[in-house]
């Protein structure tokens, strides 16, 4: 099986998570799935629960959920989970057990998500024990051998989800097999140990045995190196377990998902999206109102986060909840209608948010809920036994609309590329966190998050651009750019001066290669592009809050940094109330910067206030751009879809009250609207008005 295999929208849920559901029902279920329009079903293929002894795999419960596929058109995702560890392998392999900084081995645990033993709760690996052990990676490969020579050529099988919401714990892995292998990275880097010393600031290695990873991490190069080794070292184990399933299965698909993490934590945990995407063929998020806040901007931002990271591929929503979450850490506290209990308008509307943000299917995390452990009773769109419930209602009636023939054009046209992207520069996340774990600042995420939703708040569709991805936009936001290695700083030169336009807050580039502070800021040549340099600087982000500057007539509050300027061959366009250079504007080659002096974008995180709501308005319309779609209510939320031969409008009410609003497209009305592919009851298509009702939803071609 192959891309071409996957359904026109895959729609379904996650099923088997040994011991649940109950053997029973599993006939009925599939059934019911079929009955209903679901065409997928990822199921858990844990090691620990397969592997019983060496060598002695019990298959029965997992050939019986690919036969019943098979019986009822229902496509299998078999998602591998090999840190999922056999108790046995515990025991035989102990000198092999992941450690923690302090040296203490992490447990073998029950896992939260199946009720079943052998996890270790430390996100990817090998679970408790580490894949850099080459009798662990082999007796793992032995599983996924076995795996997938057996279900190859299967009727029920779609492919391989190989990673599981691609992350991995900041805390480990400190064992000798590891220490080894972040030696012989270091080796590759660095040629030899006179190279490393020099580089580290440590210069009394007298072997390579002296060399340690850092226990308590700093912003020092050690630091830098060790996490961008366990980021190379985790992915590298990735793509051997899609080396590995591609030698026996050639024609299967491959996929994998996130968690959409990649902003704030790409460094710390691991969610390394744009990374991970590359590997596979289909890539796709676990997002969850439940847990993340079920504002209109965080669904929207979890899938515009994924998409971007694909890069053109398809993704979808591999885990989307359809159901309540009861007694978690993430829900005490908040709203009964912020995600915690799903009504059957939250189904509808979260599936069409990550729709409209352009995936292209969408798996509930459970079919039905789990009947034990600690997240009992929780995600299913499905009752506890199985019955249909109004939410499955509402899943069944979008499986089927979805992939009814007369929506296949609907489903191939692409999102319209953003109006503005949003930088996301690795070495920026990583050296925020190396500086400032300790104390857990939020800056960086308050940073990225606030310039996403300062747009959003204004209607305008913000993309996340990774550094690397800079040449395919034409207007780019920098929220938080403190550290710019001199590549990718002469990256953006360029870029610039071939005709970007480029918003940049406060200290771009401040920290360079190896983390070193220039002194003359903007650094790494920076300043001819911005056409300023600093002239004072406060790392103050505990009161950043009280830095304000007037930009047109508008008081702006600031926030993190301070960094007041002098031009440099820029122009002035605004002063902090204390009278400091806050503001410069610079023509550079064909392009145009706009450098600010603080981070407005954390303040608005924070505080969402009208004055600083406007400045991204204001900043944006400093491009001199014009808006894909502009909503005169922007308590509803618009995207374009385009094909080769038009576009399709889809718009979302997310809010419990009718909302009318004018729709431009460009700078025109539409000429009209085609019959909707998707109208709910109460909505009113009147010229270029539309209203909508309640958690209302159009999906509509533009005449």
Same mark, same amino acid.
């Given at each position: 099986?192959?891309?071409?295999?996957?359904?026109?929208?895959?729609?379904?849920?996650?099923?088997?998570?040994?011991?649940?559901?109950?053997?029973?029902?599993?006939?009925?279920?599939?059934?019911?799935?079929?009955?209903?329009?679901?065409?997928?079903?990822?199921?858990?293929?844990?090691?620990?629960?397969?592997?019983?002894?060496?060598?002695?795999?019990?298959?029965?419960?997992?050939?019986?959920?690919?036969?019943?596929?098979?019986?009822?058109?229902?496509?299998?995702?078999?998602?591998?989970?090999?840190?999922?560890?056999?108790?046995?392998?515990?025991?035989?392999?102990?000198?092999?057990?992941?450690?923690?900084?302090? !040296?203490?081995?992490?447990?073998?645990?029950?896992?939260?998500?199946?009720?079943?033993?052998?996890?270790?709760?430390?996100? !990817?690996?090998?679970?408790?024990?580490?894949?850099?052990?080459?009798?662990?990676?082999?007796?793992?490969?032995?599983?996924?051998?076995?795996?997938? &020579?057996?279900?190859?050529?299967?009727?029920?099988?779609?492919?391989?989800?190989?990673?599981?919401?691609?992350?991995?714990?900041?805390?480990?892995?400190?064992?000798?097999?590891?220490?080894?292998?972040?030696?012989?990275?270091?080796?590759?880097?660095?040629?030899?140990?006179?190279?490393?010393?020099?580089?580290?600031?440590?210069?009394?290695?007298?072997?390579?045995?002296?060399?340690?990873?850092?226990?308590?991490?700093?912003?020092?190069?050690?630091?830098?190196?060790?996490?961008?080794?366990?980021?190379?070292?985790?992915?590298?184990?990735?793509?051997?377990?899609?080396?590995?399933?591609?030698?026996?299965?050639?024609?299967?698909?491959?996929?994998?998902?996130?968690?959409?993490?990649?902003?704030? @934590?790409?460094?710390?945990?691991?969610?390394?999206?744009?990374?991970?995407?590359?590997?596979?063929?289909?890539?796709?998020?676990?997002?969850?109102?439940?847990?993340?806040?079920?504002?209109?901007?965080?669904?929207?931002?979890?899938?515009?986060?994924?998409?971007?990271?694909?890069?053109?591929?398809?993704?979808?929503?591999?885990?989307?909840?359809?159901?309540?979450?009861?007694?978690?850490?993430?829900?005490?506290?908040?709203?009964?209608?912020?995600?915690?209990?799903?009504?059957?308008?939250?189904?509808?509307?979260?599936?069409?948010?990550?729709?409209?943000?352009?995936?292209?299917?969408?798996?509930?995390?459970?079919?039905?809920?789990?009947?034990?452990?600690?997240?009992?009773?929780?995600?299913?769109?499905?009752?506890?036994?199985?019955?249909?419930?109004?939410?499955?209602?509402?899943?069944?009636?979008?499986?089927?609309?979805?992939?009814?023939?007369?929506?296949?054009?609907?489903?191939?046209?692409?999102?319209?590329?953003?109006?503005?992207?949003?930088?996301?520069?690795?070495?920026?996340?990583?050296?925020?966190?190396?500086?400032?774990?300790?104390?857990?600042?939020?800056?960086?995420?308050?940073?990225?998050?606030?310039?996403?939703?300062?747009?959003?708040?204004?209607?305008?569709?913000?993309?996340?651009?990774?550094?690397?991805?800079?040449? @395919?936009?034409?207007?780019?936001?920098?929220?938080?750019?403190?550290?710019?290695?001199?590549?990718?700083?002469?990256? $953006?030169?360029?870029?610039?001066?071939?005709?970007?336009?480029?918003?940049?807050?406060?200290?771009?580039?401040?920290?360079?290669?190896?983390?070193?502070?220039? &002194?003359?800021?903007?650094? @790494?040549?920076?300043?001819?592009?911005?056409?300023?340099?600093?002239?004072?600087?406060?790392?103050?982000?505990?009161?950043?809050?009280?830095?304000?500057?007037?930009?047109?007539? @508008?008081?702006?509050?600031?926030?993190?940094?301070?960094?007041?300027?002098?031009?440099?061959?820029?122009?002035?366009?605004?002063?902090?109330?204390?009278?400091?250079?806050?503001?410069?504007?610079?023509?550079?080659?064909?392009?145009?910067?706009?450098?600010?002096?603080?981070?407005?974008?954390?303040?608005?995180?924070?505080?969402?206030?009208?004055?600083?709501?406007?400045?991204?308005?204001?900043?944006?319309?400093?491009?001199?751009?014009?808006?894909?779609?502009?909503?005169?209510?922007?308590?509803?939320?618009?995207?374009?879809?385009?094909?080769?031969?038009?576009?399709? $409008?889809?718009?979302?009410?997310?809010?419990?009250?009718?909302?009318?609003?004018?729709?431009?497209?460009?700078?025109?009305?539409?000429? !009209?609207?085609?019959?909707?592919?998707?109208?709910?009851?109460?909505?009113?298509?009147?010229?270029?008005?539309?209203?909508?009702?309640?958690?209302?939803?159009?999906?509509?071609?533009?005449?």
């Amino acid at each position: 099986m192959s891309l071409k295999d996957v359904p026109q929208v895959p729609f379904g849920a996650v099923y088997f998570r040994k011991s649940n559901p109950p053997r029973e029902d599993w006939e009925r279920d599939y059934g019911v799935a079929s009955q209903d329009g679901l065409n997928v079903f990822r199921h858990w293929f844990m090691w620990s629960a397969i592997e019983r002894k060496p060598g002695q795999y019990d298959w029965a419960e997992f050939d019986r959920q690919l036969d019943l596929a098979a019986e009822n058109g229902i496509k299998t995702i078999i998602a591998e989970l090999i840190h999922s560890v056999p108790d046995w392998a515990m025991r035989k392999f102990a000198h092999a057990r992941q450690l923690r900084g302090d !040296g203490t081995p992490l447990p073998s645990t029950m896992g939260q998500s199946s009720a079943t033993g052998g996890f270790a709760n430390n996100g !990817g690996g090998a679970g408790a024990l580490t894949l850099n052990c080459p009798e662990v990676k082999e007796a793992a490969g032995n599983f996924l051998k076995a795996l997938v &020579t057996r279900y190859k050529g299967h009727k029920g099988l779609l492919g391989y989800d190989v990673w599981n919401e691609c992350n991995y714990s900041p805390l480990v892995d400190y064992s000798e097999f590891t220490k080894q292998a972040f030696r012989d990275w270091l080796k590759a880097k660095y040629g030899d140990l006179e190279t490393l010393s020099q580089a580290w600031y440590r210069y009394s290695h007298a072997d390579w045995l002296d060399v340690e990873p850092p226990v308590e991490i700093g912003p020092y190069p050690e630091s830098l190196d060790w996490v961008t080794f366990k980021r190379d070292n985790f992915y590298d184990q990735m793509q051997w377990r899609i080396d590995l399933v591609r030698s026996i299965d050639p024609d299967c698909l491959i996929a994998a998902h996130g968690i959409a993490g990649a902003i704030p @934590n790409m460094i710390s945990g691991g969610c390394d999206d744009w990374l991970a995407a590359s590997k596979v063929e289909l890539y796709g998020m676990t997002w969850i109102p439940a847990r993340k806040g079920n504002q209109p901007w965080r669904n929207f931002f979890g899938a515009d986060l994924t998409r971007a990271a694909s890069r053109g591929k398809p993704f979808w929503h591999a885990e989307r909840q359809g159901g309540p979450l009861w007694m978690q850490p993430q829900v005490l506290g908040r709203d009964k209608d912020d995600g915690r209990v799903a009504e059957p308008d939250d189904i509808k509307v979260w599936t069409m948010t990550s729709f409209a943000a352009g995936a292209t299917g969408v798996l509930n995390l459970r079919y039905r809920p789990l009947l034990d452990g600690s997240l009992f009773g929780a995600f299913g769109s499905y009752g506890m036994d199985g019955s249909r419930t109004p939410r499955s209602d509402m899943a069944s009636g979008m499986a089927k609309w979805a992939n009814a023939p007369e929506q296949a054009a609907v489903f191939k046209a692409r999102p319209r590329k953003g109006d503005i992207g949003i930088l996301v520069i690795p070495e920026a996340q990583a050296w925020d966190y190396l500086l400032n774990h300790r104390h857990q600042p939020t800056t960086y995420g308050d940073a990225m998050w606030g310039a996403y939703r300062g747009f959003f708040d204004n209607g305008i569709q913000a993309d996340w651009v990774h550094i690397d991805d800079i040449a @395919n936009y034409d207007a780019i936001y920098a929220p938080y750019p403190i550290s710019l290695n001199s590549e990718n700083a002469a990256r $953006l030169a360029v870029w610039v001066k071939a005709g970007g336009k480029l918003i940049s807050e406060a200290c771009p580039g401040y920290f360079g290669d190896r983390g070193k502070v220039g &002194t003359v800021q903007p650094n @790494n040549g920076l300043d001819a592009i911005f056409g300023a340099r600093e002239t004072e600087v406060e790392f103050m982000p505990d009161i950043g809050d009280r830095v304000a500057f007037d930009l047109d007539g @508008n008081t702006v509050t600031g926030g993190g940094f301070l960094q007041a300027y002098e031009l440099a061959g820029g122009v002035e366009r605004a002063r902090f109330t204390d009278g400091r250079l806050a503001i410069v504007e610079h023509q550079a080659g064909t392009g145009k910067t706009l450098l600010v002096g603080s981070n407005p974008s954390i303040t608005y995180f924070r505080t969402s206030t009208d004055a600083n709501r406007e400045y991204f308005a204001a900043v944006f319309a400093w491009l001199g751009k014009t808006q894909h779609v502009t909503l005169g209510n922007n308590a509803v939320q618009a995207r374009l879809h385009d094909d080769a031969t038009g576009s399709y $409008l889809w718009m979302i009410n997310h809010t419990r009250v009718p909302q009318t609003s004018s729709v431009t497209i460009g700078d025109k009305a539409p000429t !009209g609207f085609d019959t909707p592919s998707w109208i709910d009851e109460g909505t009113v298509l009147e010229g270029s008005s539309v209203t909508l009702p309640p958690r209302g939803v159009l999906v509509v071609r533009l005449r």
